[in-house]
């Protein structure tokens, strides 16, 4: 079954700084992957989702750019704010349901 | 429309114990699933259904039970509850395969002593 990874557990950086998380997936049949934020207490909620036939996406101050060569997508954040601090999940389709990564939690001070 | 609801939002229960995960939507989804999420381990799939009477084994499946009788509720039952599944329980829905959003519902914290 699908498996994926997800890097760094934990992203400190200063407001105003661009974040970076990365992951990996192993079923080379999955073609959808998108990337949840979930805050403190609160269910997790969709950010941004790609899907196989695009290399890119963006929506304001996030993007998410996909290599389906080497099986990894990223999840990029600019401009970060101190309510972008939360706990982001990557999530690939293996087969007929998501796989999430671990998740990272990114803290963003001020 | 009120989406994905989950009751109870709380419970404790004792080792042995059993007890069913109430979960219902109102947006004629027809794929619902069962998550558990622990600190550090990400959200893992323990059950899914892809429409009533089927559903199916996720990554994490021992130790629990589903069934699907209607397109709107999908109920997650714990028998023989043990300390192992102290987690918070998430209950998603999605309108078609999975490569549409899932729509979460606010979670069930369960705690197992």
């Known amino acids: 079954g699908e498996n994926v990874e997800q890097h760094p557990s934990t992203l400190s950086v200063q407001e105003g700084d661009s974040a970076v998380i990365k992951c990996t997936y192993s079923?080379?049949?999955?073609?959808?992957f998108p990337w949840y934020k979930q805050e403190l207490g609160k269910r997790p909620q969709l950010i941004i989702d790609?899907?196989?036939?695009?290399g890119e996406k963006k929506d304001q101050r996030i993007a998410v750019t996909l290599n389906k060569t080497a099986k990894h997508f990223s999840l990029h954040i600019t401009e970060t704010q101190p309510e972008d601090s939360a706990v982001y999940f990557c999530?690939?389709?293996?087969?007929?349901?998501?796989?999430f990564g671990k998740g990272t939690t990114l803290s963003v001070s001020s | 429309n009120a989406g994905v609801t989950q009751t109870p939002k709380f419970r404790i229960l004792k080792i042995g114990q059993s007890m069913t995960l109430q979960c219902t939507q109102d947006m004629n989804h027809n794929y619902m699933y069962w998550y558990r999420q622990d600190p550090g381990m990400g959200l893992k799939l323990i059950y899914y259904?892809?429409?009533?009477?089927?559903?199916d084994k996720g990554e994490v499946p021992n130790g629990y039970n589903v069934s699907r009788s209607t397109t709107e509720d999908f109920p997650l039952r714990l028998e023989l509850a043990a300390p192992s599944q102290t987690s918070v329980y998430f209950c998603a829905s999605s309108s078609t395969t999975a490569v549409s959003p899932l729509h979460f519902g606010n979670g069930t914290r369960l705690t197992v002593t």
């Open positions: 790609i899907r196989s036939n695009v």
């Open positions: 079923d080379s049949a999955s073609n959808y």
């Open positions: 259904s892809v429409g009533a009477g089927i559903t």
């Open positions: 999530a690939a389709n293996g087969g007929t349901a998501l796989i």
